[in-house]
């Protein structure tokens, strides 16, 4: 580090460096006081220093940035085809090859049209005698066997080549879709594809010639090191249970800076770094879904007043010395309204109740009418009022076969398309409060009634 001054002065100077080999992860704690209608949100970073080199007294700073993604625009490769032979099939063409030259030479033969191309020599004037005559019919023979043996030992050579050129090219062609799936991947975070693809890429150099291998050397010592990074990124983000690694949100990097300095150690172990505490003004309400259980639980709402981001992350939520569970914090933007959910108040009862009978309709085309009654009882045991939200359901259908009514009783719900019903009660200290209603589901008597779950949850 260089630093130019104009005169000779004294001055403290920081300086921030990313670190790689480290990690952290967003973690809260929620202290309830004033019957859940205040609270001391403190959040922490859980950090796992895995340099080998301890970290004597430092402030750190978190981010959320993934130092390793690419800010360019993505580039769309161009799409080129084309065909080639097989190596089965070229071993196929060059058999038939020479199948084909051997029986056109045995055809010949047979004929007496096979002759080897002699240069034209004068008559001799004395007569040849028979042993002569076999002697020069004998060497022809043997001579006419040298042009075949070698024209397909050249045929055999020349598939050999150029099988040999088709695997390589091959090899590299799956070694530049290797290596580009390999960049592609690490640049969009997927370390597991990426490091796939690098040694696959790996595989591939390792079938070149050492000419070859030689002359990619640069790009075979780069997909080394990419894959070496894609390994030490992904043993970094192996979470524990319940962790959630931090996130850029809406594309926005943001910055948490330890409260005080922090000595920590290279052992791979978490420690937890206070980041911040902040008093908040919560909004408790209660939110009961009968048909799932009897219990009503409690939320409470605030505002992320902060001008940073919350990460999502775990959270642990204490009532006095009390602690009353664990839960996750969902990534809320500044000012974004927050809902923490804070498990099930005992002192709110809640009892459902549904009846059903079913009767015949129509004397031409028969139907099968089933109406339902239901009756859900709340009580509230608290020396308070309380806000409860209550959530119940009616069937909904896409078929033009069956007919759905429901009929409200003096209390008015909120009605989806899907069916959900949502109440909202005001329930004083000791009260108690009965909803009632009913609906009807009428349907062919010859077919069958088919109940389905929805892909949906509420």
């Known amino acids: 580090m260089e630093v130019e001054t104009s005169e000779d002065t004294e001055t403290s100077i920081e300086y921030k460096y990313l670190i790689s080999g480290a990690s952290w992860y967003p973690k809260y704690s929620l202290q309830l006081t004033d019957e859940s209608r205040n609270g001391q ?43 080639q032979v097989s190596v089965e099939d070229e071993k196929q063409q060059e ?42 019919n004998n060497t022809s023979a043997k001579n006419s066997q040298a042009p075949i043996k070698q024209s397909r030992q050249i045929l055999q050579d020349n598939y ?30 997927r370390y597991d594809q990426a490091n796939y693809y ?33 390994s030490l990124i992904l043993s970094s983000q192996k979470v524990p249970g319940g ?29 937890k770094v206070f980041l911040k505490k902040k008093s908040l003004i919560l909004s408790p309400g209660y939110f009961t879904s009968p048909l ?26 204490f009532s006095g010395n009390t602690l009353l569970g664990n839960t996750v914090l969902s990534t809320s ?21 549904e009846t059903s009978f079913e009767q015949k309709e129509g004397m031409i085309s028969s139907r099968t009418k089933i109406k339902y009654k239901v009756s859900i009882e709340v009580r509230n045991r608290k020396k308070r009022n309380v806000t409860l939200t209550l959530i119940d359901r009616v069937p909904y259908t896409v078929d033009d076969s069956v007919e759905i009514k429901f009929e409200f009783g003096k209390d008015i719900p909120i009605k989806n398309e899907e069916g959900i019903l949502t ?30 779950p929805g892909s949906g949850g509420y």
């Open 333 to 353: 933007k500044p000012g974004e309204r927050i809902r923490m959910e804070l498990g099930q108040d005992r002192d709110i009862l809640v009892n459902r109740r």
């Open 243 to 271: 962790l959630i690694p931090p996130t850029l949100l809406e594309g926005f990097d943001y910055q948490y800076t330890s409260g005080i300095s922090e000595t920590i150690l290279s052992d791979r172990s978490f420690n």
């Open 198 to 230: 690098g040694q696959e890429a790996l595989k591939k150099f390792s079938k070149l010639s050492d000419f070859s291998r030689k002359e990619l050397s640069s790009i075979e010592t780069y997909t080394e090191e990419l894959l070496r990074k894609g």
């Open 41 to 83: 949100l403190s959040w922490f970073a859980l950090v796992r220093n895995d340099t080998g080199e301890d970290w004597e007294k430092v402030k750190l700073f978190f981010t959320a940035s993934n130092p390793d993604l690419d800010i360019d625009l993505p580039i769309v490769r161009e799409w080129r085809i084309r065909t």
């Open 160 to 189: 050999s080549n150029r099988q040999n050129s088709i695997k390589t090219e091959d090899n590299l062609n799956q070694l530049k879709n290797d290596l580009a799936n390999q960049q592609d991947n690490f640049n969009d975070g």
């Open 423 to 452: 109440y909202n009660i005001e329930l004083p200290s000791g009260g108690k409060k009965v909803i009632e209603f009913e609906y009807s589901v009428s349907h062919p008597s010859e077919n069958r009634l088919i109940r389905t």
């Open 292 to 317: 799932s259980g009897p219990g009503a639980y409690l939320t409470v709402e605030t505002s992320n007043s902060e001008g940073e981001p919350l990460l999502a992350g775990p959270m642990e939520v």
């Open 95 to 136: 058999a038939q090859d020479y199948s084909n030259e051997d029986i056109n030479i045995a055809a010949a033969k047979e004929r007496g049209e096979y002759k080897k191309e002699e240069a034209p020599r004068k008559k001799s004037k004395r007569a040849a005698s028979k042993a002569d005559g076999y002697a020069q």
